[in-house]
């Protein structure tokens, strides 16, 4: 069955530590997406990426970066530069164009230790 | 004024229940508008896309008032699994996926 595979599901990041988040789909889309989900907050946008080797920055990108080589990875690194890393971790997919919605991964919950 | 607002509840009801939900959005250029269900702890999922004329699916229905700017969902014979967060998603523009709005969500709590 086609999908969005992320991994880990759970991250643990000392202070100072890059960690880099796996975001895999089989679903043929051309947009990729990041967000990060905060207690209490909605979901917030870090990057995106609509075609390969181009991508743009979300509300929150300072402190990530990401890279698309690929039409089926988007992988997220969360920089020692991000001060509060804390949060649960959301990639989604979409294909450009439709009206459909987004279809994400289960997410993966990093914590800084 | 946020973007996209929603009444966080949380709503209590018995099983068997009718349960509605608003949200109101504030950008009049808005063009596509969803409804996502979001388990603690999990993804959220697409529940159903709102159309101007309203639809319905299965026991789900939602409606879109472009006047008033805000869309509804409608839960009939509320059932235990029916308890989650609902999420209010609204896009600005259509050509620019970029552009999604998240609301805050509405809890539910479905009771025996």
């Known amino acids: 069955d086609g999908g969005i595979t992320q991994s880990p599901k759970y991250l643990f990041r000392k202070e100072g530590q890059n960690v880099t988040l796996s975001c895999e789909q089989n679903?043929?889309?051309?947009?990729m997406y990041w967000y990060r989900q905060d207690p209490g907050q909605g979901l917030r946008l870090i990057y995106y990426?609509?075609?390969?080797?181009?991508?743009q920055k979300g509300d929150i990108a300072e402190g990530y970066s990401v890279s698309r080589e690929k039409k089926e990875s988007f992988p997220l690194t969360v920089t020692s530069a991000q001060k509060n890393p804390t949060a649960f971790y959301l990639c989604?997919?979409?294909?450009?164009?439709?009206?459909?919605?987004?279809?994400f991964g289960s997410g993966t919950r990093l914590t800084v230790v | 004024r946020k973007e996209v607002e929603q009444d966080p509840g949380p709503f209590n009801v018995p099983e068997g229940a009718t349960v509605a939900f608003n949200c109101t959005y504030s950008n009049s250029a808005s063009q596509s508008f969803f409804w996502y269900r979001q388990d603690c702890r999990k993804e959220p999922k697409l529940l159903m896309s709102?159309?101007?004329?309203?639809n319905e699916d299965g026991r789900f229905t939602a409606q879109l008032n472009r006047a008033s700017q805000y869309i509804s969902l409608l839960i009939r014979d509320s059932k235990l699994s029916d308890s989650a967060t609902y999420l209010c998603?609204?896009?600005?523009?259509?050509?620019?996926?970029?552009?999604?709005?998240w609301g805050l969500g509405t809890s539910l709590a479905v009771n025996p």
């Open positions: 709102v159309y101007s004329s309203g």
């Open positions: 990426s609509q075609i390969v080797n181009d991508f």
């Open positions: 989604a997919s979409h294909n450009i164009g439709r009206q459909y919605g987004y279809t």
């Open positions: 679903l043929n889309h051309d947009a």
């Open positions: 998603v609204v896009n600005a523009n259509a050509g620019n996926n970029r552009k999604l709005i």
